[in-house]
């Protein structure tokens, strides 16, 4: 039963448009979410995190939205890069003491010269 | 500060046999993850472990089995070791205090069962 959704296991963009990655998740009662972007042979690096609570946190080129109702979240990249040629985890955080990320099984985002 | 470091970063082995895979956190975490990685199948949580205790369990078997040490180091082990055990595990150390439980990922060690 998976939890955290990617539902789209890769996207290709043009260098200097927007790039849109959808993850959807069950609980209502996750309490964080967070992006990792993630090279080949090497561990997934943090991007950025969204509380519950609000619905938009900006970071630079990365924002990501938060629709509580539709229990969905998205990251945008603009202007995407070719360096943003990664693949892109989504994880959610319980509530509380439970420190257990769940994950969505990523999206390999390619963005082309 | 250095980062999450992982040995070896590749290794072969042959069904049945065992494995024990090292890992050094980030200086002052206290907080080890481990996740396997397999195509498709995204980040699966194995186990978590702070103050040399196990916190958290994922929905692996017993041939999976971890420990920390007093410095924090974190070793993994994998017993009887089958075809469907070639993955990339990694490595996760974090903060216990922070909010969201940012994990800060070592480079990962890349297992190929024969």
């Known amino acids: 039963d998976q939890q955290v959704k990617q539902n789209s296991p890769s996207l290709s963009v043009q260098e200097g448009r927007i790039s849109i990655l959808n993850c959807d998740y069950t609980?209502?009662?996750?309490?964080?979410f967070l992006w990792y972007k993630k090279y080949p042979a090497e561990g997934p690096t943090f991007l950025i995190s969204?509380?519950?609570i609000k619905d938009k946190n900006e970071d630079g080129r990365f924002t990501v939205f938060l629709n509580k109702s539709a229990k969905h979240l998205s990251l945008h990249i603009v202007p995407s890069q070719p360096g943003d040629s990664a693949v892109y985890f989504c994880?959610?955080?319980?509530?509380?003491?439970?420190?257990?990320?769940?994950w969505g099984l990523g999206t390999s985002l390619a963005v082309n010269p | 500060k250095a980062g999450v470091t992982q040995t070896p970063r590749y290794l072969i082995k042959t069904r049945g046999q065992q494995v024990t895979l090292s890992c050094s956190p980030i200086?002052?975490?206290?907080?080890v993850s481990w996740y396997q990685q397999t195509p498709g199948q995204g980040l699966q949580f194995l186990f978590e472990?702070?103050?040399?205790?196990?916190?958290n369990k994922g929905n692996f078997p017993g041939r999976f089995s971890g420990r920390q040490f007093s410095n924090s180091r974190s070793e993994m082990n994998v017993s009887t070791l089958e075809l469907g055990d070639s993955a990339l595990y990694l490595c996760?150390?974090?903060?216990?205090?922070?909010?969201?439980?940012?994990?800060?990922f070592g480079p990962g060690t890349r297992l190929t069962v024969l």
């Open positions: 200086s002052g975490h206290r907080s």
């Open positions: 996760a150390s974090s903060l216990l205090r922070d909010r969201y439980n940012e994990q800060f």
């Open positions: 969204i509380s519950s």
């Open positions: 609980n209502s009662m996750f309490d964080y």
């Open positions: 994880a959610a955080k319980p509530p509380g003491n439970n420190r257990k990320l769940i």
């Open positions: 472990y702070f103050s040399e205790t196990q916190r």
